[in-house]
C-alpha cells in the first residue's frame, strides 16, 4: 500500500485531500448546524462561471472561481438576510446563471477544453503544487478567523435574535462565514469537482453531529472522518481504476448511512430512551 | 422627588406590512418595576416587547432606553424570548449559551476572561442549572432552558429585564420558581413581562399593563374603576374562559363591581 507514495501526483492528491479535510470539517460544521446546505451548493455552481471567466481571460480558474463565488456569496448572503422566506429562489437562480455564465464564457474560449471536466467531477489525482499553495492560504485564513470569532460565529448560529439584541454585528459575522462557505468551496471543487462538493462539505459534518453535540469537537470529528474518507476513497480508486472523486464520495455516503442506522440501534438499546 | 424612567415610550405606532399592531402607546416604565404585561393574542404584548429592543421599528413615535437610543440602550436590558422549538441536535453547551450575554455590548470581538467565566457560573448558580453547565442545550428540558436563557440575559449584567411568555410552556412547579426567581431578581433589575398567565401577573408583579392595539396602563396594579373598564375594553384569555372573578378575586375584593 505504501508503494503509492513513491508517485509525486499520489503525494499531492493526499495533500490536497488533508487541506480540502480541515476546511470541510470546521466549515461544514457551520453549514450544516445553519442548515445552509442549498445556498453552498449555490455558492459552488456560480463558482463554474467564475472557472469560465478564468480560462477565456487566460488566468489561472481557480482565481476565477474564487472572485466568482466570493460575489455570489455575498449576493446571495445578503437577499438571505434581507428576505428570508424566498431566498431559495435567489440560490436557485445563481445556481443555474454561474453554470450557464461558465459554459458561454467557455464558448468563446477557443482551444482546448478538456480540463474543464476536472472541475465538474474533481481531478485529485492532478492537483499541480501551486493549487496546494493556494488551499493551504485559504486554509490559514479559514482557521484564523474561526478561531478569531468562534464564540460569535457560534452566537449567531445558535440564536441570532439573542446576538442582534447585545449587538453583537450579525450582518457583518453571517457574511463573513458565507465567504468562508465560498473559500471552503472553491478548495473542495479541485478535489471532488463542483458536482459533488456538497457532499464533502455536509457529510462529514453530519456524521459528527450525530455523536457529539460539542461544536468544537463536531469540527475535529468531521475534520478526521473527512481525511478518513478521502484517503479509503483514493486507494480504492488507485486499486480499482475507479473515479477519485466519486470513490471519495461513495465512501462518504456509506458511512454515513452506517452511522446514521449505527446511531438508531444505538439510541434504541440505551436506556432512558 | 420623581424618579427617572428606564425606558419611555412616546406616542408609539408599530405593525407590520399594512397593519398597525400599537396604536398611541404612552409608557414610562420606572426603576424597581416588576410590569405585567396581558392582553389578548395579536393584541401586541410581543410586539412592543420587541420595540423596546430593536427588533421591530416602529414607524412612529420614540423609545429611550435608559435615556439612549434603543441600539444604544439596550445593551442595558436582558431579553428573554420566548420559548420556540429548537434544533435540540444543535452543538452548544449551557455555559456556551450562558456565554452568549457576555458578546456584543459587553466584549465586543474580545476573548473571555477568567472573570467572565465567573460571572457565567454565577449567573448559572443564581438559576440553579450551575450543576448542567456543561450538558449540550438540546438535552434539557423545557423549564431547564427556560432558566438558562435567564443566566444569559442576567450575563449581560442587566439593568432592565425583559421575558416574553417566561411560562409559557413550563409545569406550574417550575413557573412558581421561576416567578420566585424573578422577584429576587427585581430586588436590583427592572422587570417587564409578558404574560398569559393571570394568577401569575396579579401575584407577583408590581404593576399590571394591558394592551390590546393601545396599552390601559395605571401605574400600579390596584383595581380601580378605570382598571376594570380598562380591561373591559382589553379582553383578556381568563375572562374569555369565564373565569374573571379569579383573576382580580387575589387584590381585589369588591368583585361586585365587576358584575
New interface residues.
Given amino acids: 500500500m505504501l508503494e503509492v507514495l513513491q508517485y509525486g501526483f499520489m503525494r499531492n492528491a493526499l495533500a490536497a485531500g488533508v487541506l480540502v479535510s480541515i476546511a470541510c470539517g470546521i466549515i461544514g460544521t457551520f453549514v450544516v448546524i445553519n442548515r445552509i446546505v442549498f445556498l453552498s451548493g449555490g455558492i459552488a455552481h456560480a463558482a463554474y462561471g467564475g472557472i469560465g471567466l478564468g480560462y477565456f481571460l487566460g488566468i489561472n480558474p481557480v482565481f476565477g472561481a474564487i472572485a466568482f463565488s466570493l460575489m455570489s456569496a455575498l449576493g446571495m448572503g445578503w437577499v438571505h438576510r434581507r428576505t428570508r422566506e424566498r431566498s431559495d429562489t435567489i440560490i436557485g437562480v445563481m445556481w443555474a446563471l454561474g453554470m450557464a455564465l461558465g459554459i458561454i464564457f467557455l464558448d468563446f474560449t477557443p482551444g482546448y477544453k478538456a480540463d474543464l471536466m476536472s472541475y465538474l467531477f474533481g481531478s485529485i489525482l492532478a492537483v499541480p503544487s501551486t493549487d496546494l499553495i493556494i488551499m493551504l492560504v485559504l486554509n490559514l485564513i479559514i482557521i484564523t478567523l474561526v478561531i478569531a470569532f468562534f464564540k460569535e460565529l457560534q452566537a449567531i448560529s445558535f440564536d441570532e435574535t439573542f446576538a442582534f439584541v447585545v449587538n453583537v454585528p450579525v450582518d457583518s459575522l453571517y457574511l463573513m462565514l458565507i465567504c468562508l462557505v465560498a473559500l471552503t468551496v472553491v478548495m473542495t471543487m479541485r478535489v471532488v469537482g463542483l458536482i459533488m462538493v456538497i457532499a464533502l462539505l455536509t457529510m462529514p459534518a453530519a456524521i459528527a453531529g450525530l455523536f457529539v453535540k460539542d461544536m468544537k469537537r463536531m469540527m475535529v470529528v468531521s475534520v478526521v472522518l473527512s481525511i478518513l474518507f478521502t484517503f479509503t476513497g483514493l486507494m480504492l480508486s488507485y486499486f480499482f481504476n475507479l473515479t477519485s472523486g466519486a470513490s471519495v464520495i461513495l465512501v462518504s455516503g456509506l458511512a454515513y448511512f452506517l452511522s446514521f442506522l449505527g446511531k438508531k440501534f444505538f439510541v434504541l438499546k440505551s436506556p432512558g430512551n | 422627588m420623581k424618579k427617572q424612567p428606564v425606558i419611555q415610550i412616546e406616542n408609539l405606532w408599530a405593525g407590520y406590512e399594512n397593519q398597525s399592531v400599537l396604536e398611541n402607546i404612552n409608557l414610562n416604565i420606572y426603576e424597581a418595576d416588576f410590569l405585567g404585561l396581558i392582553g389578548p393574542n395579536g393584541g401586541g404584548k410581543t410586539t412592543l416587547l420587541k420595540t423596546m ?3 421591530i421599528k416602529p414607524y412612529r413615535g420614540e423609545i429611550r432606553v435608559m435615556g439612549k437610543s434603543v ?1 444604544d440602550g ?2 442595558h ?1 436582558g ?1 428573554v ?1 420566548q420559548m420556540i422549538e429548537m ?1 435540540r ?5 449551557v455555559w ?2 450562558v ?3 457576555l ?4 466584549r ?2 474580545q476573548p ?1 476572561t477568567d472573570a467572565d467565566r465567573e460571572i457565567i457560573h454565577f449567573t448559572l448558580s443564581q438559576v440553579e442549572m450551575d450543576q448542567l453547565q456543561n450538558r ?1 442545550i ?2 434539557l428540558s423545557v423549564g431547564q432552558r427556560q432558566r438558562v436563557y435567564i443566566a ?1 440575559a442576567l450575563a ?1 449584567d442587566p439593568q432592565i429585564l425583559l421575558l416574553d411568555e417566561p411560562t409559557a410552556s413550563v409545569d406550574p412547579q417550575v413557573a412558581g420558581m421561576i416567578y420566585e426567581l424573578l422577584e429576587k431578581i427585581n430586588q436590583t433589575v427592572t422587570i417587564v413581562m409578558v404574560s398569559h398567565d393571570m394568577n401569575a401577573i396579579s401575584a407577583h408583579v408590581k404593576s399590571i399593563g394591558c394592551i390590546n392595539r393601545r396599552l390601559y396602563y395605571h401605574g400600579d396594579k390596584e383595581i380601580t374603576e378605570d382598571m376594570l373598564e380598562s380591561i373591559y375594553e382589553c379582553p383578556v384569555d381568563l375572562i374569555a374562559h369565564g373565569l374573571p372573578h379569579r383573576v382580580l378575586a387575589a387584590h381585589n375584593h369588591k368583585e361586585s363591581h365587576h358584575a
Wanted: proline content about 9%.
Fill in positions: 429592543i430593536g427588533l441600539h439596550r445593551c436590558i431579553y424570548p434544533d441536535q444543535f452543538p452548544i453547551r456556551e449559551v456565554q452568549m450575554g458578546l456584543g455590548c459587553r465586543p470581538l473571555i449540550a438540546g438535552d444569559r449581560t
